[in-house]
């Protein structure tokens, strides 16, 4: 990631001092050692070859420019090709008083190429308790998406929370529970509803709207089965005359929904194949 504006700090500028002296991009680090100084270059190293020169003799010469800049107390060489710079006391205040002054904002940047970026941060799912880990991720999300605007980006934080479930218990039919033919007529009953609610809706709300779906469950050469299926629709339309227009268009929802438009029972009556296997 490259931030512009290194000028808008103290470090910065002394970059850009010493590269205009030695004619190219000069990065200063902390040295390993605390004897070494407080920052150091190895720029003469790398412009050793392109010069056809001594590293040592390129990093003398910066070493004098550097150690005539304000706020450099000592400048020295090290073998073999280092330039270590030591810093006033004086220099330090300044940056000091230069943070402070900055607030919140000192270090922040301009990316080079901004783009907008969006940070997906945690996944929860209603029908159970989030996780360790998905709070440790909306905390790490967060911290992500705040470095990203710091330098610069526009960033949206996007964070998944998947409202469409629920749990149920299902049974095998000796209690109240749902059974596995109970949610499958549920299934057709719940789709070819929505079907037909959609439709007629658009003439007028129904004053009441229920549906049933009956079935034989059987068990023959072919195993067990439902035979039999019947969709049966109690709907009650307000008086008047959007009301009659929605009762008009009644039968051909239902009929649109059976013959088109509701994917469960039409793949139970297409008969579709199933293959079950093992992960």
């Not at 019947?230 to 051909?252: C, H, N, S, Y």
Request: glycine share 12%; proline share 5%.
């Amino acid at each position: 990631m490259e931030v512009r504006d290194s000028s808008a700090t103290a470090l910065g500028r002394l970059e850009e001092e010493l590269s205009r002296a030695a004619g190219a991009e000069v990065s200063l680090e902390r040295p390993g050692k605390p004897e070494h100084g407080d920052y150091a270059t190895n720029v003469a190293l790398r412009l050793a070859g392109s010069q056809r020169r001594a590293p040592l003799e390129i990093a003398e010469e910066l070493r004098q420019t550097a150690a005539s800049l304000a706020g450099v107390q000592d400048a020295a060489v090290a073998p073999p090709g280092f330039v270590n710079l030591r810093m006033a006391p004086a220099w330090y205040g300044e940056a000091l008083a230069e943070m402070l002054s900055a607030g919140g904002n000192y270090g922040a940047g301009s990316a080079e190429t901004r783009g907008r970026i969006q940070v997906e941060m945690v996944s929860a799912n209603p029908t159970g308790p989030i996780t360790v880990a998905g709070a440790r991720n909306g905390a790490y999300g967060d911290s992500v998406a705040r470095l990203l605007e710091f330098t610069g980006h526009p960033v949206e934080r996007e964070y998944y929370a998947n409202d469409r479930g629920g749990q149920i218990t299902i049974g095998s039919g000796g209690g109240t529970d749902f059974t596995p033919v109970d949610l499958l007529l549920a299934g057709i009953g719940g789709c070819t509803a929505a079907d037909v609610d959609v439709l007629t809706a658009r003439r007028a709300e129904p004053d009441s709207f229920e549906i049933a779906v009956d079935a034989n469950k059987v068990r023959d050469e072919s195993g067990n089965h439902l035979t039999d299926i019947v969709v049966t629709f109690r709907i009650r339309f307000p008086e008047g005359e959007q009301g009659d227009k929605a009762r008009a268009l009644l039968p051909d929802a239902v009929k649109k929904s059976h013959d088109r438009l509701c994917t469960v029972s039409r793949t139970v009556e297409l008969g579709t194949e199933i293959r079950s296997t093992i992960a």
